[in-house]
């Protein structure tokens, strides 16, 4: 039997920004704004001065403190957003294979609805429906749903 890498074995952490931690990164991002941004990564000194990972500082500023974040919580997405996140990633799967760059999208919303909104959101937004589209192939293609206890046999 192989051997589980640690990393597997590890427990996902759950990141818990307290209220003084946010006020210290807003505060930190704000200086950092107005100081022309010399410094390329604000996160890593951010890293040095509370107990969070450059990474999960990071992501924490993008999808819920940047203040030119418009939250689902404060105004839902629109249908128009809705689409145009469908049509979008739609597009982009069908001419590429990669990853999907949801920066990318996120600015190109931005653009079209003037909304800055999280990248979390929007990715939330594309997965939930995924969700639901595969649920509703999965119910389709259940025999039990046509009232039959067994597949249907081909006839020769």
Same mark, same amino acid.
């Given at each position: 039997?192989?051997?589980?890498?640690?990393?597997?074995?590890?427990?996902?952490?759950?990141?818990?920004?307290? @209220?003084?931690?946010?006020?210290?990164?807003?505060?930190?991002?704000?200086?950092?704004?107005?100081?022309?941004?010399? &410094?390329?990564?604000?996160?890593?000194?951010?890293?040095?001065?509370?107990?969070?990972?450059? =990474?999960? %500082?990071?992501?924490?500023?993008?999808?819920?403190?940047?203040?030119? @974040?418009? !939250?689902?919580? &404060? +105004?839902?997405?629109? &249908? +128009?957003? =809705?689409?145009?996140?469908?049509?979008?990633?739609?597009?982009?799967?069908?001419?590429?294979? =990669?990853? %999907?760059?949801?920066?990318?999208?996120?600015?190109?919303?931005?653009? +079209?609805?003037?909304?800055?909104?999280?990248?979390?959101?929007?990715?939330?937004?594309?997965?939930?429906?995924?969700?639901?589209?595969?649920?509703?192939?999965?119910?389709? @293609?259940?025999? !039990?749903?046509?009232?039959?206890?067994?597949? @249907?046999?081909?006839?020769?």
């Amino acid at each position: 039997m192989p051997q589980r890498s640690q990393r597997a074995r590890k427990k996902k952490i759950t990141c818990i920004f307290n @209220l003084n931690s946010e006020r210290i990164i807003i505060d930190y991002m704000e200086r950092w704004a107005s100081h022309g941004r010399q &410094n390329r990564n604000p996160f890593v000194e951010l890293s040095k001065i509370i107990p969070h990972s450059p =990474k999960q %500082i990071y992501q924490h500023w993008w999808n819920k403190l940047d203040p030119r @974040l418009c !939250l689902v919580s &404060n +105004e839902p997405f629109s &249908n +128009e957003e =809705k689409g145009y996140i469908y049509s979008w990633v739609e597009d982009y799967l069908s001419s590429n294979k =990669k990853t %999907i760059p949801w920066k990318t999208l996120q600015s190109k919303m931005e653009e +079209e609805f003037r909304r800055f909104r999280s990248r979390n959101d929007i990715k939330n937004i594309w997965y939930s429906r995924e969700r639901r589209l595969a649920r509703q192939a999965a119910n389709i @293609l259940d025999p !039990l749903l046509f009232g039959m206890d067994q597949p @249907l046999q081909e006839s020769n």
